[in-house]
């Protein structure tokens, strides 16, 4: 009797905390885990290409120029990895390809080599040039690849140099080129800026993603075929060589700030983005693309694709579709908290993904210089948007799990809001002509599974952000990732649901939440948006200076997400003319915030959302002291302030979304 009462009461208690577990919130961890491959202190493995060889290990190449061959990297039994290198020497490769002859492909600054190991003694001792490419001597001329497509085809593209601007000094700079098996080469397209991710699809179908920077207003993935101009002008420069399939010249992009959409309905040829991945909501550095092929061994999104971000540290879901043969489709958050900037992922043999990372010069929310790590489906389903299609009066939401069919026909479940970007040769842009949807009509499927959601009007070419976060499943969990970001180039055809059905209130005005005009920028600014001064940013000597300022701070930046001087000293209550120049290539500010309250501005930052862009990334908040509007590189802006009155250690950082974390510096106020 005495241990049939014990039983019972570890039933009980076991029950409880099973409980406890169900209740509480699940998290990313709970669904994909992260596994960390220990790397002896000895080797830098800054990854920039991953191979998953067919006898289990896994080779990488490092940005240090090395090839390494990882034994045990699935960390079977208590054995730890080893390493050996096979390869070094090599000009920052990023790109590995194994080739079925247990040799490799990798791409180097100026070519693509063939590494053999022709002895079999584990270590390369060939190193064959398949085929070479001029260079400039630019840092910026990185060279990605080779992918390899599924017809054979080896796929490379070359980013281009930059000084001050893109720029394709050097042939191909900024173009994706085909190689047969052979190594001919063929090029296929042009208009490419920092090309690091770009897959071939198993239906043969290439995209790549694209990072922020002139002439592209936020991170994207567009569609390639051959004669295809992806929007940067620089890599036209060679359009009128014989063998280019582009025709276009440079002189025929127009620099109007208008939405890219718009632009390429004139100018033919013109690719507008598959899908745009929201700048600083969704990530800040596009990379890798992963297409799942793993028959669901990860989960329940097989066909879908999974996209790396280097400056956030984080993994990337996107959907797809093809309406009126053009491509387009959402991305949805999916997996955070990785050690280091995401350069590359590959399947593993057991359908999980090894994802390779680095952040030397391009310095990222994961706190490491670099990592190996393996993304582990646990084997349970969250309840997500699984995917997103559009209607020709909105869209259907299909969702994982069935729904709780209160929560997702009620309209104050959702949020629809449409915003795009200027196309324009300045540094990225804000959002802009940024708008409220109103639903009309909910229709949730008899099965749970799909919900119809009619809207007041569709924007063509415009990104399309849709909030699910009311919405709770049959069994009460709330969405994991409760939103989304829809590119929408077609409208799809079919029955549009009549008025005489709707069962949501009568629709009311679309809310502006902001509305940026699409003249041409200046030709030369010193910021994004200069915009009014204000007391904690004032541009203007204060007339009452009359022997002008106490001490003048000159703060620049160096590659890396970093300060060019991490101390300044200025005494209690003097007058300081706070000089910031933005030597980086990439979009800064400069914030001067109260003792202990950095981290929190640059939290609050990332939470300003849609308004983000129009606030230059500075919240509202008393902890903020005086700063700069966001600048873009190599530019500068002077303000003026009075040094705080108690002497103490004050910090300055860039609250750009994604930046504070690193880019800090500390302003020491003494008596």
Known sequence: MKKVLINCLVGLVTSSLWTQAQNRPMTEDDYYRIVTLPVPENIQLEIGGVAVLPD???????????VWMINNPYLKGSG????????HGLHEPLGLLYRPDGSFLVSQRGEITHLIDSDNDGTADVYESFYKWPLSGNYHEYSYGPVLAPNGDLLVTLNLDWIGRGA?????????????DKGNMTP?????????????????????????GDWVGSGRMTHLEPGDFAGNPAGLRWSQEPESPVKLKEQDIPNTGEPLYEVAKRVPGLKPPAVWFPHTLMG??????REDITKGAFGPFEGQLFVGDQGHSKIMRVMLEKVNGKWQGICFPFREGFQSGILRMVWGLDGSMFVGQTSRGWSATGKDDFGLQRLVWTGKTPFEMKAVRSMPDGFEVEFTMPVDKATAQNVDSYQFNTFTYKYHRTYGSPIINASERVIRHIAVSDNG??????LDSLKLGYIHEIKAEGVRSAAGLPLLHNVGYYTLNEIADGQKIPSSQWNAAQPKAATVITDHSTHTMPAATSSTNKGPASAKRNTEQPADWTNGPDQTIIVGTKPGLKFDISDVQVKAGSRIKWIFNNNDDMLHNCVIVKPGTANPVGDAAIKLGLKGSDMQYVPKSANVLFHTNILQPETSEAIYFVAPKEPGEYT???????????MQGKLKVTK
Do not use: M
């Open 56 to 66: 289990g290990r896994v080779a990488a190449s490092t940005r240090r120029g090395e």
């Open 80 to 87: 730890q990895p080893t390493y050996k290198r096979f390869a």
């Open 168 to 180: 394709s000094l050097a042939k191909w700079r900024g173009w994706l080129l085909k190689f047969d």
């Open 188 to 212: 296929i397209a042009t208009g490419l800026r920092s090309p690091a991710g770009y897959a071939a699809l198993q239906s043969g179908d290439i995209f790549y993603t694209e990072n922020q």
């Open 284 to 289: 800040i550095s596009t990379s890798d693309i």
């Open 449 to 454: 599974l799909k919900a119809r959601i009619v």
């Open 652 to 662: 300055f950082l860039c609250t750009f979304p994604g930046h504070h974390t690193l």
